[in-house]
Nanobody, 121 residues
């Protein structure tokens, strides 16, 4: 069994900051990439930022220069530092673990339960 636990969402004023955390635990041998996606009401889920085990990063154009994805000291933990937040950043943010190899030797993709981020005055 694998779990992805997210935290750090909430309500923030435009221009403010939030930091999201995600920790993956369970029968994990390795994870190829971890990242963040978001889904706003009435819209499709979209990539926000991802990081590979080699620390290569990818960002959506809409968040470049404002959001930073990083790896935690604890194994299989990532963060998303979100600065200069805008109302259009409002969404449910999901943690993703891709190319996860479990103790069974099989490969999976896992998602967290999601954390709400609301940017509003």
């Amino acid at each position: 069994q694998v779990q992805l636990v997210e935290s750090g969402g909430g309500l923030v004023l435009p221009g403010g900051s939030l930091r999201l955390s995600c920790a993956a635990s369970g029968s994990i041998v390795s994870i190829g990439a971890m990242g963040w996606y978001r889904q706003a009401p009435g819209k499709q889920r979209e990539l926000v930022a991802t990081m590979t085990t080699a620390t290569s990063t990818t960002y959506a154009d809409s968040v470049k220069g404002r959001f930073t994805i990083s790896r935690g000291i604890a194994k299989n933990t990532i963060y998303l530092q979100m600065n200069s937040l805008k109302p259009e950043d409002t969404a449910v943010y999901y943690c993703n673990a891709d190319r996860l190899i479990s103790w069974s030797g099989r490969e999976y993709t896992y998602w967290g339960q999601g954390t709400q981020v609301t940017v509003s005055s």
